[in-house]
Nanobody
Framework: VQLQASGGGLVQAGGSLRLSCTVS????????MAWYRQAPGKQRELVAS???????KYPDSVRGRFTISRDKAKNTVYLQMNSLKPEDTAVYYC?????????WGQGTLVTVSS
């Protein structure tokens, strides 16, 4: 199983980035997908999730700024991040979960400068 995340980088505050995570080795459509992030010295936190049916959820910290989506034809989940803030700086990880099975990607670094 591989979850290959990409799209991170350096962006100024107020800017946008789109992260992608391409999945192989599992039946993508059967898994709930999510994006987590971990800032230096902090615990990993959930920033967006989407069910196999396409229902999305967000914490208050990113709601209205981040949008998660999935393309079953491409086995890919996306995270569109707008109005980025310096506090969004973190390593972002994609996650696939179904029942007792859970898989993680390698992470992509997002740095937001003030």
């Amino acid at each position: 199983v591989q979850l290959q995340a990409s799209g991170g980088g350096l962006v100024q505050a107020g800017g946008s980035l789109r992260l992608s995570c391409t999945v192989s080795g599992i039946v993508f459509g059967n898994y709930a997908m999510a994006w987590y992030r971990q800032a230096p010295g902090k615990q990993r936190e959930l920033v967006a999730s989407i069910t196999s049916g396409g229902s999305a959820k967000y914490p208050d910290s990113v709601r209205g700024r981040f949008t998660i989506s999935r393309d079953k034809a491409k086995n890919t989940v996306y995270l569109q991040m707008n109005s980025l803030k310096p506090e969004d700086t973190a390593v972002y990880y994609c996650n696939a979960k179904r029942g007792g099975f859970e898989f993680w990607g390698q992470g992509t670094l997002v740095t937001v400068s003030s």
